[in-house]
């Protein structure tokens, strides 16, 4: 009988340092997630808007468009484009899975193939997916946290996201900065199939919006052609705010302003 | 007696714009002004002759909103021709005067010989729309078409991709209820009344969304036949993109044969950012009778009606377009119209210079059996555009 207990006792003491060991790196693992759900549900919260300017750069031309975006938590967003007026009245709604288009000189919105998702949207440097979030840096990818590294000064989780084999996303491999006080995402490096770096997105500008501290300014350098970038600024970022369900319906797209 | 409508609805609104207005900034607030202006020189050769004809095109669009539901639009096409074509016999100058719709909203303002300057209001609407609803009164688009370069659904508003210079297409005097039944649903009432009921468009269209495909079927009342139709937009394999509509008109008339359009595309987006799409039509009212070399692109583009989208009981469309940079664009698209085997061929390069300006560089040439003798002939016209968006 005793013996018996014996053993329980020594089983037991061999379980705890497991335990230990598992819970730990549990808990390291779960913090890798954590880290990047806390990053995206800062930027999305419930809900938002936001009114940016978009600056397309090359070595001798530039172009600037102005944009509204409203967005319900990963699933619904609505982008209407408000300047240069050759674009003016255009949407772009996401409900799902699935994206139209809204080109108000043929007075139409079209269906995108899902195709659509890995392009260069309206010549910029970063992706149709990029703008919509259609793919999710939370559900779509595993995480891993790789180390801890400063970026402006500011103590960040050097994060590494593999796209899980089932999830339709447009990258290899991403390599993220999230700064340790306030999640924000400061450096995300963008790596191809063959695990090549190709993109490079930098936050900086650091503002307050709402009670928010986010980066202000972003800007996606593709690796491979000097001097080009296209750069977002952020005048207007709002969140948790109230949005009329129409915003996001194809029959009401045409009427945003 | 036709203008009535127009002028009930222009006078209508220039009420409600200054009834509104107690100060200029008011004012301000309720209207917006778009627009561009186009410069256009074309060199078209057919059969050993060479002619060039400049276009100055300009587009105004004034938006007043009287309240969050109360609207109106107004768009306005000015043209300027002088060339080849203002100087030769043909009457230019009255072709373009005649209005297509129930009201004439087209002028000359100049029709000499060397130059005719053309006003035509395209749009001229009141449109009320609530949070389920939406009714609009007056000339305007109705667009119901799925497919990029033919569709069969668009009773209203038949078009052909080779008019390049007129996106926003022609308006018809109609009335148009819509009624939201959903997030992704609705049921669409148009009217163009004429004079009989042989000389009207009544359509009901229903949309929904199932299975992440839209869907559309219409049923109405065309001319002298009774139509009916479907349309989808989805996907194939989860990567490209799927649509399709068809429209069956039956006549009235017994004697005459009913007559089946059909047309499917596929689209694809490659990583690279070229994106590819191709297109069949299938339309049994076509004769397969040679085109005339005097009016061949007349025959792809004037002439055309939903029932006749193309002089060809089957023809083949494919395109494909990309940037070489954000700023320059290139397209090459092609037809091919089997039974008079012709095929249509448009490159283009379009080219942002600024902010706002646009150069663009096109031709469209076919080459085929043309004429009552089957000759294979080609005809070409060479574009040059500069345009100017506000």
């Known amino acids: 009988m005793e013996d018996k207990i014996l053993i329980k006792k020594m089983k037991n003491i061999y379980i705890i340092p497991v335990l230990i060991l598992s819970a730990f790196y549990s808990l390291y693992s779960q913090t890798a997630i954590e880290i990047i759900e806390k990053a995206d549900n800062k930027l999305r919260g419930s809900s938002s808007y936001s009114e940016v300017e978009i600056t397309i750069v090359r070595p001798k031309w530039e172009k600037k468009m102005i944009l509204k975006n409203w967005s319900i938590g990963s699933n619904f967003s609505t982008t209407l484009v408000t300047s240069p007026p050759k674009e003016k009245g255009t949407v772009f709604l996401k409900r799902n899975n699935e994206i139209w288009n809204y080109l108000p000189s043929l007075e139409r919105t079209v269906k995108f193939p899902p195709s659509m998702m890995t392009q260069s949207w309206m010549g910029t440097d970063f992706t149709t997916d990029d703008l919509v979030k259609q793919s999710s840096t939370v559900t779509d990818y595993s995480h891993k946290i790789l180390a801890e590294e400063n970026i402006e000064n500011l103590p960040c989780w050097k994060l590494e996201l593999i796209p899980k084999e089932e999830a339709t996303v447009v990258w290899g491999k991403l390599v993220i900065w999230v700064d340790k006080k306030d999640y924000m995402q400061l450096r995300t490096e963008f790596y191809d199939e063959d695990e090549e770096l190709v993109n490079l997105m930098i936050g900086s500008d650091i503002k307050t919006f709402g009670n928010k501290k986010l980066p202000s300014k972003l800007e996606f350098i593709p690796l491979e052609n000097e001097g080009q970038k296209t750069v977002i600024d952020y005048n207007v970022w709002k969140f948790n705010i109230v949005i009329p369900e129409n915003y996001f319906k194809t029959q009401y797209i045409s009427r945003l302003k | ?390």
């Open chain 2, 1 to 390: 007696m036709k203008s009535i409508l127009f002028y009930f609805i222009f006078l209508f609104s220039i009420t409600l714009v200054f009834s509104q207005q107690t100060k200029g900034e008011k004012l301000k607030e309720i209207i917006t002004i778009s627009g561009y202006v186009k410069y256009l020189k074309t060199y078209s050769y057919n059969e050993g002759n060479f002619i060039g004809d400049n276009l100055i095109h300009n587009r105004i669009k004034l938006k007043a909103d009287f309240s969050p539901e109360l609207s109106t639009v107004f768009e306005m096409r000015n043209r300027i021709f002088y060339g080849d074509i203002t100087s030769n016999a043909f009457k230019f100058g009255e072709f373009l005067d005649k209005d297509a719709g129930q009201v004439d909203l087209s002028f000359n303002t100049l029709n000499t010989t060397p130059m005719v300057f053309n006003t035509i209001f395209d749009r001229a609407y009141l449109r009320y729309a609530a949070e389920k609803y939406q009714l609009t009164l007056g000339r305007q688009r109705i667009n119901w078409g799925v497919n990029l370069a033919w569709s069969p659904n668009d009773l209203f508003n038949a078009y052909s991709l080779l008019d390049f210079d007129y996106q926003e297409r022609a308006g018809v005097d109609a009335l148009r209820f819509q009624y939201f039944t959903g997030d992704l649903s609705s049921i669409d009432l148009s009217i163009q009344p004429g004079k009989d009921l042989n000389q009207s468009i009544i359509g009901f269209l229903w949309k929904f969304n199932k299975w992440e495909r839209d869907f559309q079927i219409l049923a109405g009342n065309y001319y002298n036949d009774y139509v009916f139709g479907y349309g989808s937009e989805g996907t194939l394999f989860d990567k490209f993109g799927f649509k399709r509509e068809v429209s069956y008109f039956i006549p009235k008339n017994r004697n005459r044969k009913s007559v089946t359009s059909m047309s499917t595309s596929i689209d694809y987006f490659f990583k690279n950012g070229i994106y590819i799409n191709t297109s069949v039509l299938y339309n049994t009212n076509s004769e397969n009778k040679n085109l005339q070399s005097d009016d061949l692109f007349q025959s792809i583009i004037g002439s055309i009606s939903v029932k006749n989208l193309m002089p060809s009981k089957l023809s083949y469309f494919f395109q494909v377009s990309g940037p070489f940079n954000p700023a320059l664009n290139g397209s090459l698209s092609a037809f091919y119209i089997k039974g008079i085997e012709t095929l249509v061929i448009a490159p283009t390069i379009t080219y942002e210079l600024e902010q706002n300006w646009e150069i663009m560089l096109l031709t469209q040439s076919a080459y085929g059996k043309i004429g009552d003798d089957s000759k294979n002939i080609g005809a070409a016209s060479f574009y040059f555009r500069l345009m100017r968006s506000f």
